[in-house]
């Protein structure tokens, strides 16, 4: 909600062993127009994909790849800075999650530190929403709501659904 400054997790996707073309069969139906942030380590090659950057696969199977890694404005990468820019939205009410996202929430249940050190076991949905988060600058809003004509205060059609 860019009016609002609010950020909602609606969607969450937690696989393992899948190759970039399964992932993004999974993430495409979301919206080809969505900007996919990713890690740092999404430049290394990988060796299911023949030597090319994991970013680049998951690009090359029509996901909507940010053109850098996730990073702050300063081109500055911290994991603690993510957290706490997370921690801030939600003790402020500007961040929410869709209740029926279990596996974000059984992740979120289980993020720890141990020794002062975060502990990056079952943690990829927790990341995830850490480079989103991170690069809202990059976020965009869905381009089908400037396709609709918006309707006046007041003029409301709530069977319109249904017509």
């Keep these: 909600d860019t009016e609002a400054d609010v950020v909602y997790v609606a969607k969450a ?5 899948q190759t970039p073309a399964m992932q993004a069969l ?13 890690p740092r380590d999404g430049r290394r090659e990988t060796l ?4 090319v950057a994991l970013a680049r696969q998951y690009g ?3 996901l909507n790849m940010l053109s850098s890694h996730a990073q702050f404005a300063d081109g500055s990468v911290s994991v603690e800075a993510g957290l706490m820019e997370m921690l801030d939205r939600m003790q402020s009410g500007r961040f929410k999650v869709f209740s029926t996202l279990l596996p974000w929430f059984e ?3 289980l993020y720890h530190r ?6 990056k076991l079952r943690d990829d949905l927790m990341a995830a929403t850490r480079y989103g988060v ?4 990059e976020a965009v809003v869905d381009p089908a709501e400037f396709k609709t004509a918006r309707r006046k205060a007041g003029q409301s059609d709530p069977l319109g659904a249904f017509r």
């Design 48 to 51: 299911e994909g023949a030597g």
């Design 13 to 17: 996707c937690r696989a393992s062993q």
């Design 114 to 119: 141990k020794d002062g050190q975060v502990v």
């Design 60 to 62: 090359a199977h029509g």
């Design 134 to 137: 991170v690069m809202l600058r």
């Design 26 to 38: 999974t993430l495409k139906p979301w919206g080809e127009w969505l900007p996919w942030a990713w």
């Design 107 to 109: 992740e979120f249940r």
